[in-house]
């Protein structure tokens, strides 16, 4: 059993940074890939950013694409979601996902999620 715990949530002003978090514990998560996507009220979760186990590869939604950045800290079991640039459309829950696949965009490759953090994004 892996427990996902997401931070680093907040209201900014537009064109601001924030960084989130996701500790993993229960097991090392080293050996899995790991993922974000966010939903906003009345939409479907989407597919943000995914890295593979060792941190080598990235996968990012077009609208992210240049703006944010994935990365993990294998010895902290960690993943980072570094987001540069924040626009009011990317207002939503941010939520942290663990996959056996190396590296997946799809939310049904994903075994384990977080509750998520809030990121509010004003004009």
């Known amino acids: 059993q892996v427990q996902l715990v997401e931070s680093g949530g907040g209201l900014v002003q537009a064109g601001d940074s924030l960084r989130l978090s996701c500790a993993a514990s229960?097991?090392?998560?080293?050996?899995?890939?790991m993922g974000w996507f966010r939903q906003a009220p009345g939409k479907e979760r989407e597919f943000v950013a995914a890295?593979?186990?060792?941190?080598?590869?990235?996968s990012y939604a077009d609208s992210v694409k240049g703006r944010f950045t994935i990365s993990r800290d294998n010895a902290k079991n960690t993943v980072y979601l570094q987001m540069n640039n924040l626009k009011p459309d990317d207002t939503s829950v941010y939520y942290c996902?663990?996959?056996?696949?190396?590296?997946?965009?799809?939310?049904?490759?994903?075994?384990?999620w977080g509750q998520g953090t809030q990121v509010t994004v004003s004009s």
């Open positions: 996902a663990a996959t056996r696949a190396s590296l997946a965009t799809g939310r049904l490759a994903y075994a384990y």
């Open positions: 890295i593979g186990w060792s941190g080598s590869t990235t």
């Open positions: 229960g097991r090392t998560v080293s050996n899995w890939g």
